[in-house]
């Protein structure tokens, strides 16, 4: 018999707190304003300076894009509150955790903004109409999910997969006060992951017909919350083009090392539905892998096409 959802956060509630607390003695507390290069910072024209200007950037076109979608995606907090806070308790352990999570995240729009408008590497006017458009629409669990069990095995893939892109991103700005920003962001973002990696866990061990078909709905069809916003398709397709997110650091970074974690595939307590709901997300990540072959050679194809064209304009 399945376990409702008030039944199943009643018997987790103590590993919440178990790692509620376990979270809190490993983070470490940090300053926005220590990872900004605020010497680089000039008045704007409305305070007599001068306004941006696309030679004032030293970021890449590649390294723009990522900055720019990784942004707006920490700056939609309040919708991933409401969503997590709807899908946990609103006492005890879940709501300390959730006003806390949401408080560390709010760092890294804060320190991210600031380090672009002060670097001026991007156009500030562009990124606050994006803002303003992206949070306006909100984010909301698409149709069919819902609950405890999705939710938390959302936000476990959905933490590591932000972790990397962060990560990637540093690296991409060819800046070693951007990298160093971006590597704490995504320190923030394992230990976020961590934690929800241990809820779902305990989910699948307390109710494993209940949990398994919750994390192959999410992995068959997950998509990175900041799909919603202005040109999230073309700059995910950069982003994948050039090694910020693509879909072999999705399966290898990401689906995979969670899936091993939770002994997906070796364990034994699934009754029916449980196993096929694990057949069928054994089918999709054998698919996505032979997927990953084929995105990889259409990649390399395109970068060639990319870099001929280069150098015929060169000449």
Known sequence: ????????????????????NRHLSMAKDWNPH???????????????GKDWAPEQSQLSEVAKVAMITNLLTEDNLPSYHREIAQNFSEAGAWRTWVDRWTAEENRHGIVMRDYLVVTRGVDPVALEEA??????N??????????????????????????VSHRN????????VAERMLQRIAADENL?????????????????????????KIVTNFLMPGAGMPNFRRNSVVMAKHG?????????????????????FDRSDFGPRGEQARDTLGQFVAKLDNDVVRFEEQRDRALARDAARGLSHQL
């Not at 220590?34 to 007599?48: D, I, K, L, R, S």
């Not at 779902?200 to 949990?211: F, I, K």
Request: proline content about 6%; hydrophobic content about 40%.
């Open 1 to 20: 018999m399945d376990l409702t959802q008030l039944e199943i956060l009643t018997e987790l509630e103590p590993v919440a707190e178990q790692y509620l």
């Open 169 to 176: 991103t540093g690296k991409a700005c060819n800046d070693p």
């Open 244 to 264: 910020i997110y693509d879909l072999r650091q999705h399966l290898e970074e990401v689906i995979q090392p969670v899936l091993k974690q939770w002994d997906v």
């Open 34 to 48: 220590e990872y900004v290069p605020w010497t680089q910072g000039h008045n704007f024209a409305a305070m007599g």
């Open 131 to 136: 803002r303003m458009i992206h949070m306006t």
């Open 192 to 216: 976020h992951m961590v934690f929800y990696r241990s809820l779902c866990g305990a989910a699948l061990d307390l109710t494993p017909d209940q949990a398994m078909p919750a994390i192959t």
């Open 138 to 163: 909100g984010a909301q669990s698409p149709d069919g999910w819902g609950g405890f069990l999705e939710g938390v095995a959302y936000v476990t893939f959905q933490e590591l997969a932000t972790r």
